[in-house]
């Protein structure tokens, strides 16, 4: 898939501020296969999308789902769908932004999703939402867990820590609502053990 030229004119115009407030610690990029994959990240801070997209660079190509709240302010609306992102109604059932994750993991591109759906502090707890899940067995995908530091400190580093990918288990050949649960809650286990040492 050819990449979003707007995309990439921001990216090379925007990294070298937000990373030299928040610098980057990245490790685990060996992790990231060359294939699209549901990318899976904890939530703490309203740079995470941005240090998420800098940590696996450029070239990656990548789409975000984000809440629908912020596409309510017209010029960010505007300049949020030019690079890529697509709202998501996290309190319903979203069927226009399921579609448009499955078709962005079917055209192979990737994508970043927040499973938890909120900013969760450390010390607070989040169920994930099983449509992560959902969206990675839908589409033969695998689920990518990203750990991104929580302590946002100007000038210090910030860990952002790719793991091994992870394959969605069913026991039959449709998996019901039960197991994309129990899925999505194994994926945020396997984010946040990565960030244990923080």
Same mark, same amino acid.
């Given at each position: ?43 703490t ?17 990548? +789409? ?12 960010? +609306?505007? $300049?949020?769908?030019?690079?890529g992102? $697509?709202p ?10 399921? =579609? ?14 927040f ?13 994930? =939402? ?21 302590a946002?400190?100007? $000038?210090? =580093? ?40 923080e």
């Amino acid at each position: 898939m050819s990449k979003n030229p707007y995309y990439t004119r921001i990216y090379r115009l925007t990294k070298w501020l937000v990373t030299w407030l928040f610098p980057l610690s990245v490790r685990g990029r060996e992790h990231v296969p060359n294939e699209p994959v549901v990318l899976c990240a904890n939530h703490t801070s309203n740079w995470d999308p941005l240090l998420a997209v800098y940590a696996l660079g450029v070239d990656y190509c990548m +789409r975000i789902m984000a809440k629908r709240e912020i596409f309510k302010i017209p010029v960010l +609306r505007s $300049f949020l769908r030019r690079m890529g992102v $697509f709202p998501v109604d996290r309190g319903h059932s979203d069927i226009s932004a399921m =579609k448009t994750a499955l078709k962005t993991i079917r055209d192979g591109q990737s994508l970043l999703v927040f499973p938890e759906g909120t900013r969760v502090r450390r010390g607070q707890k989040s169920e994930p =939402k099983g449509g992560v899940a959902m969206m990675a067995m839908r589409t033969g995908a695998k689920l990518l867990p990203v750990y991104i530091g929580r302590a946002k400190r100007l $000038f210090q =580093k910030v860990p952002v820590i790719i793991g091994e990918p992870y394959t969605p288990v069913t026991a039959g050949r449709r998996a019901t609502a039960e197991e994309y649960q129990q899925n999505a809650e194994e994926i945020m286990r396997r984010v946040y053990r990565l960030g244990e040492t923080e």
